[in-house]
T-cell receptor, first 115, second 110 residues
Framework: GAGVSQSPRYKVAKRGQDVALRCDPISGHVSLFWYQQALGQGPEFLTYFQNEAQLDKSGLPSDRFFAERPEGSVSTLKIQRTQQEDSAVYLC?????????????FGPGTRLTVL | AQSVTQLDSQVPVFEEAPVELRCNYS??????LFWYVQYPNQGLQLLLKYLSGSTLVKGINGFEAEFNKSQTSFHLRKPSVHISDTAEYFCAVGSQKLVFGQGTRLTINP
């Protein structure tokens, strides 16, 4: 079956622009996670949804970052007034349940480059 | 708080040689441990996980890992590597959101 998909795969933005990154989780998966992976680093947690509820947003680095999942399926991560330090790969993962023993399936990521 | 330390940023080995990728963790709560593999331009794929029970965990592609509570380690091993194992490997800990190490790049030389 289809895995987690993300779009766009690559995004180049000028500093100060707003961007929106989309994640389509595996159908029926209730949990959705966003991670940020800087070059040469491991992924770092940004935020977590269970269905449409955003239960944890402790990893969002600033109020310029905003995520939503209004219907409990597709999610969008929005970054306002992008800055160079936002350049990274943004990974989305989904799982069938809320605990990490429910395997998280990762998408291919969106590589964001801010010039 | 939870954290993961991967002791080697790069590990070069010859094809068909054994390999061990080291991972140490710290956690104040019950531990779930994971190893993920990331091939170039692809998402992370789960290799194996430790939730409870037997401390020796077997995963896909011939990999295994051993949970050692006293040493707070979860090292990944493979007895004989193949060129196709060239990738970045991440150790992670978590009960919901995952905390990842910085990764170990495994390169296989023919």
């Amino acid at each position: 079956g289809a895995g987690v998909s993300q779009s766009p795969r690559y995004k180049v933005a000028k500093r100060g622009q707003d961007v929106a990154l989309r994640c389509d989780p595996i159908s029926g998966h209730v949990s959705l996670f966003w991670y940020q992976q800087a070059l040469g680093q491991g992924p770092e947690f940004l935020t977590y949804f269970q269905n449409e509820a955003q239960l944890d947003k402790s990893g969002l680095p600033s109020d310029r970052f905003f995520a939503e999942r209004p219907e409990g399926s597709v999610s969008t991560l929005k970054i306002q007034r992008t800055q160079q330090e936002d350049s990274a790969v943004y990974l989305c993962a989904s799982s069938s349940g809320p605990r990490s023993y429910n395997e998280q399936f990762f998408g291919p990521g969106t590589r964001l480059t801010v010039l | 708080a939870q954290s993961v330390t991967q002791l080697d940023s790069q590990v070069p080995v010859f094809e068909e040689a054994p390999v061990e990728l080291r991972c140490n963790y710290s956690s104040s709560v019950s531990v779930y441990l994971f190893w993920y593999v990331q091939y170039p331009n692809q998402g992370l794929q789960l290799l194996l996980k430790y939730l409870s029970g037997s401390t020796l965990v077997k995963g896909i592609n011939g990999f295994e890992a051993e949970f050692n509570k006293s040493q707070t380690s979860f090292h990944l091993r493979k007895p004989s590597v193949h060129i196709s194992d060239t990738a970045e490997y991440f150790c992670a800990v978590g009960s919901q959101k995952l905390v990842f190490g910085q990764g170990t790049r495994l390169t296989i030389n023919p």
